[in-house]
């Protein structure tokens, strides 16, 4: 089955340390992207890669890092300099085109740093 | 810049009636291409449907149809014969005509269809 994946669905952490969120697609898409979706607001983007080894920081990077060392792989790491880091975590991934492809997003990872 | 406003944060309807939801966006584009997005509980983002601006005629996908206005900037999301599955949060997304393929969303509209 092709589709995005993120792992783990739920993720706990304590407050000042490190943690990555996986994002994996076997779509074949040359684009992926990062969301961050807190209560009653629609999605913010983070960072967003259109091609291996290449990323650009979206809205809200601040905090944030990322990597995009193979075309499948875009983890995203929340460091300790994000202040909320608290969030629903969504990755996405479209094909690399300017006729407007729709995104399509993994299930989701929900992060709680206490 | 551009935005996205969906001024409904709550909606219901009942089973097997109809409901429209509300979207506006700003920009001074003229190609640009739109979306609905529905998160059930299960927090999947799932798209509904799409519309490119250049086209007069609104896109339709089973029960769910939407009513584009680009001069008024407005594209509402029209769901007939609504049924319990429909329950979810519904988000208007709006895709800028450069290559970046990034996404501007609302703010979510959350729709409860009753028994």
């Known amino acids: 089955d092709g589709g995005i994946t993120q792992s783990p669905k739920y993720l706990f952490r304590k407050e000042g340390q490190n943690v990555t969120l996986s994002c994996e697609q076997n779509l074949n898409h040359d684009a992926m992207y990062w969301y961050r979706q807190d209560p009653g607001q629609g999605l913010r983007l983070i960072y967003y890669s259109q091609i291996v080894n290449d990323f650009q920081k979206g809205d809200i990077a601040e905090g944030y890092s990322v990597s995009r060392e193979k075309k499948e792989s875009f983890p995203l790491t929340v460091t300790s300099a994000q202040k909320n880091p608290t969030a629903f975590y969504l990755c996405a991934s479209s094909i690399r085109s300017v006729a407007g492809p729709e995104q399509y997003f993994g299930p989701g990872t929900r992060l709680t740093v206490t | 810049a551009q935005t996205v406003t969906q001024s409904q944060p709550e909606m219901s309807v009942q089973e097997a009636e109809t409901v429209t939801l509300s979207c506006t966006y700003d920009?001074?584009?003229?190609?640009?291409?739109l979306f609905w997005y529905k998160q059930p509980p299960s927090r999947q983002m799932i798209l509904v449907i799409r519309q490119e601006a250049y086209k007069q005629q609104n896109a339709t996908e089973n029960r769910f149809s939407v009513n584009f206005q680009k001069a008024a900037k407005s594209f509402s999301l029209k769901i007939s014969d609504s049924q319990l599955g429909d329950t979810a949060m519904y988000f208007c997304?709006?895709?800028?005509?450069?290559?970046?393929?990034?996404?501007?969303f609302g703010q979510g509209t959350t729709l409860q269809v009753k028994p």
């Open positions: 997304a709006f895709r800028p005509p450069s290559n970046t393929g990034k996404l501007i």
């Open positions: 920009t001074s584009e003229n190609n640009y291409y």
